[in-house]
């Protein structure tokens, strides 16, 4: 099994919205006195199926709202959903497309 390390998780744990850094910190409160040792996915699992606005979609690959915006326009993101006059982008389209902007810088 991979694991991860330290560095990755805090790498991800600065991507997450307010929100969700704030329900990450309540999660180590409430387990941080037992002896269980949460893998990444229980920590982070709830994030899965979720949507992103494209403000935090944006925030999530650590580009600019109008370098998003151009990803969106050439079609290398496509919202999944509509809310309203929101476009809602999934969390496993970002996380493919952000590996790929890896693999692209060499990261």
């Known amino acids: 099994m991979n694991h ?12 997450l919205t307010k929100k969700e850094r704030a ?6 409160s409430e387990n941080s006195l037992s002896d269980e040792d949460l893998s990444h996915e229980q920590v982070f699992g ?4 979720a949507e992103f606005t494209a403000a ?17 326009s050439a079609s290398k993101i496509r919202a999944t959903s509509q809310i309203g006059r929101s ?21």
Not at 4 to 15: G, I, L, M, S, Y
Not at 46 to 49: D, I, Q, R
């Open 56 to 72: 935090e979609a944006a925030q999530y690959l650590d580009v600019s709202m109008s370098t998003f915006r151009r990803y969106v």
């Open 46 to 49: 709830h994030l899965s199926g």
């Open 23 to 28: 329900r990450f910190y309540e999660l180590l």
């Open 87 to 107: 476009d809602m982008f999934a969390t496993a389209d970002l996380k493919a497309f952000k590996r790929s902007l890896r693999e692209v810088k060499g990261v």
């Open 4 to 15: 991860p390390t330290a560095d990755a998780v805090f790498q991800d744990f600065r991507k």
